[in-house]
């Protein structure tokens, strides 16, 4: 197969010919029997997400490995980690195994499962990391993703015993006494609406001290969905360091502020907008930003998070925090980096694809576009602007913050190992 101009991280136009799931030469004017025409789209590796929610055990109401994938799919993704917090709790070799297998037989995208740090999510006794990583499942990264490890002395000993097998142990960084009740970021808004704060501090106190036991043990940490500019100045000092420190943040913390719960298209308390770690100030927007242009803030994760209707259109006090993300990453990073001349397409590519896929340890993703490398690659016509239809997702689930918005660019194509899993925006 021949796909015909495109732009590699939006260099001059080529084609690329794909044979045998690689690919196999690339040049102008490139002949074959089956052509796909890029239309002079940017082609970018295949994203790939360290941080999805897929819900599958448990919570297929909201989505399952099935839709997920899809979705991914639908926007540029060829993997994603499955986050550990499903019903049971990804915390043995067989559920792992479970949802592997579910990647597998479905196959829009890759799906690599994040095994849970602690049995439960309870964070009270280590779960089994060792029978994880020894799966089929080869897990790498462990999270209790959803809930913070917040015992000092179990995550030094989880931090000790993933260096055996070079795995990362992924903290969702939020001291559980600090936000007990916490409803959005603690600030002016939160007193005028009279909602319980979040603090800033809450997550910055537990970056602190992991990056330090980190540091002790000579273990790898990834911090997720970093929200704060103290967050952001704590990881560039540990970094300074020459500490194996990396973070992420996500799309809706790059574009979207505190403001909105106050002041959205259609009125205060709107639970749409109720995410955990909370929207945070512009000030907090711009470090952000800024952290991940100069890489002190590694990737783009999207911390895709479907829930059913009922669980966000409800009372705010009692909706689920959570946003879904996979379908629109692209264009919000495309929004909040490219078009303000943070990033070029070359930067979007190491955060969103080849990062990714390192911390991950993902042999077959995230590798440049060039000849022998797996032909995971995404069409993107950033030249596009659609309004956002969350009726047209092809998530289960329908959370956006997003819908009505006018966003920046559009997946063309997606390709998972020279196979289309999506052409003209459309499954395949």
């Not at 897990?139 to 000092?152: E, H, I, L, N, T």
């Amino acid at each position: 197969m021949i796909i015909k101009n495109v732009r590699i991280v939006g260099g001059d136009l080529v084609d690329i010919r794909v044979a045998d799931g690689e690919i196999a030469e690339i040049g102008p004017g490139l002949e074959g029997p089956e052509t796909v025409d890029g239309g002079g789209a940017i082609a970018l590796p295949g994203l790939v997400d360290l941080h999805t929610h897929l819900r599958e055990p448990g919570r297929e109401d909201a989505e399952t490995v099935q839709t997920g994938t899809q979705s991914a799919a639908r926007g540029g993704y060829t993997a994603v980690h499955a986050m550990a917090n499903t019903s049971p709790v990804a915390d043995t070799a067989g559920v792992v195994e479970q949802v592997w297998r579910l990647g597998r037989e479905f196959a829009h995208c890759d799906v690599h499962p994040v095994g849970a740090v602690t049995v439960g999510l309870e964070g009270k006794q280590l779960a089994e990391l060792g029978a994880m990583a020894d799966s089929a499942a080869r897990v790498r990264v462990f999270s209790d993703d959803g809930k913070c490890v917040d015992d000092a002395v179990l995550m030094r000993r989880a931090l000790e015993y993933v260096k055996a097998f070079d795995g990362v142990v992924a903290q969702h960084a939020q001291e559980p006494r600090l936000t007990a009740g916490a409803q959005m970021n603690e600030g002016v808004i939160s007193g005028r609406l009279g909602l319980t704060g979040w603090p800033a501090v809450a997550e910055e106190a537990i970056i602190a001290r992991d990056c330090l036991l980190a540091a002790h043990v000579g273990s790898r940490l990834h911090i997720c969905h970093v929200s704060t500019a103290g967050s952001v100045e704590i990881i560039r000092w540990a970094k300074s360091k020459g500490w194996n420190v990396t973070c992420e943040v996500t799309p809706h913390h790059l574009l979207l502020t505190d403001d909105l719960v106050e002041e959205s298209p259609v009125g205060a308390y709107n639970p749409i907008y109720k995410v955990n770690p909370p929207l945070r100030t512009r000030a907090d927007v711009e470090a952000l930003r800024a952290a991940l242009a100069d890489g002190t803030i590694d990737i783009v994760a999207t911390d895709h998070a479907p829930h059913p209707v009922e669980d966000k259109e409800t009372e705010w006090s009692a909706a689920a925090m959570g946003m879904v993300g996979l379908e629109t990453a692209l264009s919000v990073v495309q929004e909040a980096m490219v078009e303000t001349g943070l990033l070029d397409w070359a930067g979007v590519a190491q955060r969103m694809s080849a990062v990714p896929a390192r911390i991950g340890r993902l042999g077959g993703q995230g590798q440049p576009l060039e000849v022998g490398a797996p032909a995971n690659i995404t069409l993107y016509d950033p030249s596009a602007r659609t309004e956002v239809d969350p009726s047209a997702f092809a998530s289960k689930s329908r959370n956006t913050p997003y819908e009505g918005m006018t966003l920046p660019g559009r997946v063309v194509a997606t390709f998972l190992r020279g196979r289309a899993t999506v052409l003209e925006g459309k499954l395949v």
